[in-house]
């Protein structure tokens, strides 16, 4: 049997509640069943420049402030904020994390020595931050590898391998589209990233931001170990995710599904196992 390992991103679908934020965990771990649950962090004046952050959001209908930096703000937890919802993860029994998307924000969340970290598409090839987390945190760094080229593949692993951090190293395939079409979905990069990592990297994950759960199952006979979906209670709220994202009947359908065809992706324990034994003894005849 494969280990699997299914996480649901809440990222910033809390619409900047915390009550929100913490009735998405209870759902999550309770209903659903998922090992994990992740959040985003972010500095938006670091990871801004300051025309970025006083433009208007691209889409305003999404929008929760006059610029994009305000809307950004206003979907920002502080750190003690994390470190209240990590208490929360706790208490229901599931693995807290974050996304990091600056050095700021990776430094304070490894303050709180979370299971694993989380890098963005957007981020990966941000040395400065992978050099932090490489150097300061002792936890497993999961990055994705969405708008990346393979020779920029090759620069992060070689990066990772220098700071002898590649055994800690889980790397998702994935696309950057929210959502994204199945024909763009790429499913058979897991079976590429296996062939060309194993053995290099701890593990192959797949973050997907497509409609449904049965691309997650093919992932899984790929050989992806680790599964990362946008997760909401409502996909009509305002905001930008919440189109890819799974709800919660969808949720835990998925983790359930994850858990279950892991189980049979197995060779036969013996020639003919004791389940077939009674029926062959009553059904099957023997010809001569």
């Known amino acids: 049997m494969r280990n699997n390992y299914v996480i649901?991103?809440?990222?910033?679908?809390?619409?900047?509640?915390?009550?929100?934020?913490?009735?998405?965990?209870?759902?999550?771990?309770?209903?659903?069943?998922?090992?994990?649950?992740?959040?985003q962090k972010r500095n938006n004046r670091e990871l801004l420049t300051?025309?970025?952050?006083?433009?208007?959001?691209?889409?305003?209908?999404?929008?929760?402030?006059?610029?994009?930096?305000?809307h950004r703000e206003a979907l920002e937890f502080t750190l003690e904020q994390h470190a209240e919802l990590?208490?929360?993860?706790?208490?229901?029994?599931i693995i807290y994390s974050t996304s990091v998307w600056d050095v700021t924000s990776a430094r304070e969340i490894i303050t709180l020595n979370p299971q694993f970290i989380k890098v963005p598409s957007a981020c990966?090839?941000?040395?400065?931050?992978?050099?932090v987390l490489a150097n300061e945190y002792m936890g497993e760094i999961h990055l994705s590898l969405g708008m990346t080229s393979k020779a920029e593949e090759d620069e992060i692993v070689d990066f990772f391998e220098r700071h002898k951090r590649n055994k800690d190293l889980i790397l998702y395939s994935c696309v950057s589209g929210y959502p994204v079409a199945f024909e763009d979905l790429s499913l058979l990069e897991i079976s590429r990233l296996k062939e060309k990592f194993s053995g290099r990297v701890k593990a192959i994950g797949f973050s997907g931001h497509h409609l449904g759960i049965a691309a997650d199952i093919a992932a899984l006979t790929l050989g992806a170990e680790y599964f990362e979906r946008h997760f909401t209670l409502d996909r009509t709220w305002k905001g930008t995710d919440h189109a890819a994202s799974l709800e919660p009947d969808g949720m835990r359908k998925l983790a359930r599904n994850i858990r279950n065809v892991s189980k049979s992706l197995t060779y036969k324990r013996e020639e003919i196992l004791d389940v077939e034994k009674v029926q062959r003894k009553k059904l099957k005849h023997e010809y001569k």
Do not use: Q, R
């Open 124 to 131: 990966n090839l941000n040395f400065k931050l992978l050099e």
């Open 8 to 39: 649901a991103e809440i990222g910033c679908n809390h619409k900047g509640d915390m009550n929100i934020a913490k009735e998405m965990i209870k759902v999550a771990a309770e209903y659903c069943k998922v090992d994990a649950v992740k959040f």
């Open 86 to 93: 990590k208490k929360v993860c706790e208490d229901w029994g």
């Open 50 to 70: 300051p025309e970025e952050y006083n433009a208007p959001h691209p889409v305003p209908y999404n929008s929760y402030g006059k610029t994009y930096g305000l």
